[in-house]
Structure formats: structure tokens, C-alpha cells
């Protein structure tokens, strides 16, 4: 498959989560080494990759931080790039698209996780 993509920045507050969360999860404790320079720059065109039942590829697009929703680019069984399906609902694993649904996961504010059923239109 063949997209082209504008890269998404990765924010100095994302970078500092990442080093922290390294710090804090004992990977320093054991040793190693956080070096924050090797940290891309750009985060990567998408995040997951989701076949659905009928063969076509799903693939997340990875958003900038603080975007709501979630963003699928759609791709036909022979690699055509068909068009991009947008949520307005955060999504998380797992993730299952159907014929006519989406179904994945999503957090409430409190970070509760719920299971949501999205409907596909026009398909």
C-alpha cells in the first residue's frame, strides 16, 4: 500500500512522559540508559494495522496529541487506497471492523473503558 501522509510532531510534554514513564516503570533501576535525543522527532503514520471479513485494510492513523476521535485510512483487498473514515470517539484495542461496524474500545473521562459499536455508512 502506498499513502502519503503529513507526520504528526512529537511534543516536548509527550517526550517528557515517555522519559518518565521509563524512570518510573524500573527500567532505569535495572540499568538502563534513557537517552531523550533518540526520541523521533515525528511519530509514525499510523499505529495498528485491522483486516475486517471482507479483505480490506484498516489502518489507524496516528493523530496529534490532544485530537479527539479516531481516524482510519481504508484500503481495497489489491492495495487501493479508498478514502479515510473518521471517529469522533477515541478508540483503543481491540479493534474489529465488520461489514457494517466498527467495534472497539473506548475510555469515559474517569478512564472506565467501554465497548462501542460504530456503524459504517455507505458500505
Not at 522519559?19 to 518510573?24: I, P, Q
Not at 523521533?40 to 492513523?61: C, E, I, N, V
Not at 476521535?69 to 473514515?85: E, H, I, M, Y
Not at 479493534?95 to 458500505?123: E, M
Amino acid at each position: 500500500i502506498t499513502r502519503t501522509f503529513q507526520p504528526v510532531p512529537v511534543t516536548a510534554a509527550e517526550k517528557d512522559t515517555a522519559v518518565a514513564e521509563l524512570n518510573r516503570g524500573g527500567f532505569v533501576q535495572q540499568g538502563g540508559v534513557v537517552d531523550p535525543s533518540r526520541i523521533p522527532a515525528t511519530k509514525p503514520p499510523f499505529g495498528s494495522m485491522h483486516l475486517d471479513d471482507l479483505g480490506y485494510l484498516w489502518t489507524q492513523r496516528t493523530l496529534a496529541a490532544g485530537t479527539g476521535g479516531a481516524s482510519f485510512d481504508v484500503f481495497d483487498p489489491s492495495g487501493r487506497f479508498l478514502g479515510t473514515v473518521t471517529s469522533a470517539v477515541p478508540l483503543t484495542w481491540p479493534i474489529l471492523v465488520r461489514v457494517t461496524a466498527v467495534y472497539a474500545v473506548t475510555n469515559d473521562d474517569d478512564g472506565f473503558p467501554s465497548v462501542v459499536r460504530l456503524r459504517i455508512r455507505g458500505r
